[in-house]
């Protein structure tokens, strides 16, 4: 399924959580947080008031309970305001 985003909306593809913690503890299931970072894979046009800063491919910070999460199949995806994104992370 494509997704189009309308307006100042894009779509997120979260991230994998991390498994194991920086001092090499091993996370069982349920005490793995909610991934925050996610990759944007669309962007809406934008609106006469809001420009668009996010592109494709940008890797991003959005906040913990932003947006509406969608199942493609055995993928999610996560749709939400632009202003719900919090930070692009730049290498």
Same mark, same amino acid.
Do not use: N
């Given at each position: 399924? +494509?997704?189009?985003?309308? *307006? ?14 920086? /001092? ?32 494709? *491919?940008?890797?991003?910070? %959005? /906040? +913990? %309970?932003? *947006?509406?999460?969608?199942?493609? *199949? ?6 939400? /305001?632009? +202003? ?8």
């Amino acid at each position: 399924m +494509k997704l189009l985003p309308l *307006g100042e909306r894009v779509v997120l593809k979260p991230l994998a959580a991390e498994e194991t913690t920086k /001092s090499g503890i091993v996370l069982p299931g349920a005490d793995k947080e909610k991934p925050q970072q996610a990759e944007v894979v669309a962007v809406g046009p934008g609106t006469e008031d809001v420009k668009m800063e996010v592109k494709v *491919g940008d890797k991003v910070i %959005y /906040s +913990k %309970y932003a *947006g509406t999460e969608i199942k493609d *199949g055995d993928e999610t995806v996560i749709i939400c /305001s632009q +202003k719900d994104v919090l930070a692009i992370i730049e290498a």
